[in-house]
């Protein structure tokens, strides 16, 4: 199993950034995938960005050169720096962690708030 606490969301102005963290209770290492999720409301849960395997990075198109995943595994924290925040952004960020062991497990932690708002 493994538990996700995430961290720094909040309310920034537009054009401004924050930074995630997202803490797993085990050896990022042994997690095959993990990475961050968002929903806003009325909408579907899409993926922002993902460390998959082999260490390759995968973003959502509406991030890219904005967004950047990033890691500590000392630290078991997957990060997610976000900058150039517009009003689109505004979301739930969730955690996302995927274990392949006999099938595939997903487990989320609770989700941080940012809100892009002036």
């Known amino acids: 199993q493994v538990q996700l606490v995430e961290s720094g969301g909040g309310l920034v102005q537009p054009g401004g950034s924050l930074r995630l963290s997202c803490t797993a209770s085990?050896?990022?290492?042994?997690?095959?995938?993990m990475g961050w999720y968002r929903q806003a409301p009325g909408k579907q849960r899409e993926l922002v960005a993902m460390?998959?395997?082999?260490?390759?990075?995968n973003y959502a198109d509406s991030v890219k050169g904005r967004f950047t995943i990033s890691r500590d595994n000392a630290k078991n924290t997957v990060y997610l720096q976000m900058n150039s925040l517009n009003a689109e952004d505004t979301a739930v960020y969730l955690c996302?962690?995927?274990?392949?062991?006999?099938?595939?497990?997903?487990?989320w932690g609770q989700g941080t708030q940012v809100t892009v708002s002036s």
């Open positions: 460390f998959t395997s082999g260490s390759r990075t």
């Open positions: 085990r050896s990022i290492f042994s997690i095959n995938a």
């Open positions: 996302n962690a995927v274990l392949v062991r006999n099938g595939v497990t997903e487990y």
